[in-house]
């Protein structure tokens, strides 16, 4: 967590997530690590107390200082370096208030974003999946590791609910991480039911699955490695793609109407140049995996081999 640092900036590290989610525990959890006894003062900002407190004999072992923020005006780049001179902090923590906007939390110059955790309750997930996502795909979307702790009880098939909502808020290498009483709870055991068969000749995508199969292949590229696949989608051209590629894809709402994005997977065909752009097809495609640098390394690639025009699916795809 402390590797790289640069000794021109402040690495701030940022622990997001609702109230009683378990943020301070997880705080005072990883100041007591090995690695993070080191030399050199922290500094501990708190936008919100829960049942939860930091032992003043704990923060001082870690040469930690604890500042209460309660007022979301107050985080303030020219507060917050005032704060941090103050007693003169190489590194800087923030316990963030899950009903603040962090969109528009601003640092002081100098200081850099290292890392993102966001924690979430098992016991009270499902109900803010289903009434706060609005809330949630901010939070969600500079998160380098996001946690679902007190799962206990859970059955697997609402583990893999969240992660089928909650993976398309998150950045393409975020980590979920789900825990109960006895640790980490392995997901890539759980068995996913997918709602096409992935061994069919070729795996037929309906309109109402294209989110779930545009995430799973994004995450398990092998499972569709050589395959066939079939689906409705919009094409998107760009002059900055090789010569006849594309991307099939769909408008997607990750969160809310306000946070709308276009999802899907480069592909190339070879009679691209007579269907114009934004028109809707329908299409075959064997699934590879290659390296893009509009991916930044490997993921899927379509090769299509058949595509006719279709008529618009005017719905966003849903998770």
């Not at 923030?94 to 979430?120: R, S």
Request: with cysteine.
């Amino acid at each position: 967590m402390l590797d790289y640092i640069d000794d021109n900036e402040i690495p701030v590290f940022i622990i997001n997530g609702f109230l009683e989610a378990g943020k301070t525990a997880f705080i005072q959890y990883t100041m007591s690590e090995e690695y993070f006894q080191i030399e050199g003062n922290t500094l501990l900002i708190v936008c919100e107390e829960g049942e939860v407190e930091y032992k003043k004999a704990d923060l001082e072992k870690c040469h930690a200082k604890l500042c209460i923020i309660e007022d979301e005006a107050d985080l303030k780049p020219a507060y917050l370096e005032e704060l941090r001179k103050s007693f003169d902090a190489e590194r800087v923590i923030i316990e963030y208030n899950g009903m603040w906007d962090p969109t528009k939390l601003k640092l002081p110059e100098g200081w850099v974003l290292y890392q993102q955790v966001t924690i979430f309750d098992g016991t009270t997930l499902t109900s803010y999946l289903n009434n706060m996502k609005a809330l949630m795909g901010p939070m969600l979307r500079n998160t380098e590791l996001c946690i679902v702790n007190r799962c206990d009880g859970k059955e697997e098939s609402e583990l893999l609910d969240w992660k089928r909502k909650l993976r398309p808020m998150l950045g393409s290498d975020t980590a979920i991480v789900m825990e109960n009483k006895y640790g980490e709870i392995p997901l890539e055991t759980l068995p996913e039911e997918l709602p096409y068969d992935v061994n069919a000749p070729i795996i037929e995508i309906k309109p109402e699955d294209f989110g779930i199969w545009f995430f799973d292949a994004k995450d398990d590229p092998e499972r569709y490695k050589g395959k066939f696949v079939s689906f409705t989608a919009c094409i998107m051209k760009s002059r900055n793609f090789p010569e006849d590629c594309f991307v099939p894809g769909r408008m997607a709402m990750t969160c809310c109407e306000a946070d709308m994005t276009f999802i899907g997977f480069l592909a190339h065909y070879s009679g691209l140049a007579s269907f114009q752009n934004h028109a809707w097809v329908k299409l075959k495609a064997k699934v590879d995996i290659r390296y893009q640098k509009e991916y930044g390394g490997e993921g899927p690639f379509l090769e299509v081999t058949d595509m006719a025009l279709t008529g618009e699916i005017k719905e966003p795809v849903g998770f």
